[in-house]
């Protein structure tokens, strides 16, 4: 019975959103074939609970929601018709040869879009810097939940733990309560941490950059690929940094039980690469963003991707670099043409 009535919903939501007034007539079958397809693969179905009046029974109830996939600033701003020689996914991109200070490869480098969970970086950094206790136990709370996206989380409130296991869960496997918690309990609260992450940018000279949270979660953090190579520059000689954000893997002990967690970055368990320090990062309004400090050819190159357009293809980025520095010689590499400013993008982003 409860299959048939969601078949029913579907069906009827399907032929409201795919057969307005009029359009029969002017939509072929192949096209109604294909837009039924689309739609199918955004509708998710959910079931919500309501608790019974008479027995406390337990109803199910299913509800059919079309979930439209949102546009990232930068596909908003139009970043992504910018071409260069390598065919990248990501709109931004720039590759830095670290002890040459050479720029091998940009793309839309000056470009200011929000970074998502590469926020986390400079929460680390300042968390690394204050050289506060990492033994010292902070416990998750409420104020650690998302309310910004709605994100899960393997950390419950109540949670307890080190710390040094928030940083390495925080940078490791992108944990958004742990990031928030090592930010709430910093000296003088959420509101210092986050003045000491924006006083940190200033510092470094990274004049596009500003954070509003510890996480990431808010599209309101941003910055640019030149910024981001300054903090990275910062970041790599961090031994602490380096050693967690290139983990690939930690357990932890919460209460009576172990959980294992795992990196984001699946370059990190690649025997190919030489990675020394990493983060991964996504929002809808960010795209997939990656940005990495590794040794390729013998050099030491900063590797920065933002708003790429697919899952996996911030990786297919990354590969897509290496191989192009592996098969060129040392000097004379040639550089794809330079893209759209940042100006652009701050009309869209406000």
Request: glycine share 6%.
């Amino acid at each position: 019975m409860l299959n048939r009535l969601v078949h029913t919903i579907a069906l009827s939501v399907l032929a409201l959103v795919l057969c307005p007034a009029g359009a029969q007539a002017t939509t072929s079958s192949k096209q109604a074939a294909k837009e039924r397809t689309s739609v199918v693969k955004r509708a998710r179905v959910a079931r919500t609970y309501t608790a019974g009046h008479s027995q406390g029974l337990i109803r199910a109830h299913s509800v059919v929601r079309i979930v439209p996939a949102k546009p990232s600033f930068g596909q908003l701003a139009g970043l992504h018709s910018t071409q260069d020689e390598l065919d990248l996914k990501s709109s931004v991109a720039l590759v830095i040869d670290q002890d040459k200070n050479e720029v091998l490869l940009s793309k839309n480098d000056s470009a200011v879009l929000p970074i998502a969970s590469i926020t986390k970086l400079m929460t680390g950094l300042i968390i690394s810097e204050a050289k506060l206790p990492m033994d010292e136990e902070i416990t998750i709370t409420q104020d650690d939940v998302d309310t910004e996206k709605g994100s899960s989380s393997r950390l419950r409130v109540g949670t307890t733990l080190p710390r040094g296991e928030l940083l390495h869960l925080a940078l490791m496997s992108s944990e958004n309560r742990a990031a928030h918690a090592l930010g709430r309990t910093y000296p003088g609260g959420l509101s210092a941490f986050v003045d000491a992450m924006n006083q940190r940018a200033q510092l470094l000279g990274m004049k596009d950059t500003q954070y509003i949270e510890p996480t990431g979660l808010s599209p309101r953090n941003h910055s640019t690929a030149q910024d981001l190579a300054r903090l990275i520059t910062v970041a790599s000689q961090d031994k602490l940094l380096s050693e967690l954000t290139t983990s690939p893997s930690h357990a932890v002990a919460v209460g009576h039980r172990t959980m294992e967690f795992h990196t984001t970055n699946r370059l990190v368990k690649n025997p190919s690469w030489d990675i020394m320090l990493q983060k991964t990062g996504y929002i809808s309004e960010a795209g997939q963003c990656l940005v990495m400090s590794a040794k390729v050819a013998g050099r030491k190159l900063i590797m920065v991707f933002l708003d790429s357009a697919g899952k996996l293809s911030r990786i297919g980025d990354a590969e897509r670099v290496r191989k192009w520095v592996e098969t060129r010689e040392p000097t004379g590499i040639p550089l794809p043409a330079a893209g759209t400013t940042s100006t652009l993008v701050r009309q869209v982003s406000g």
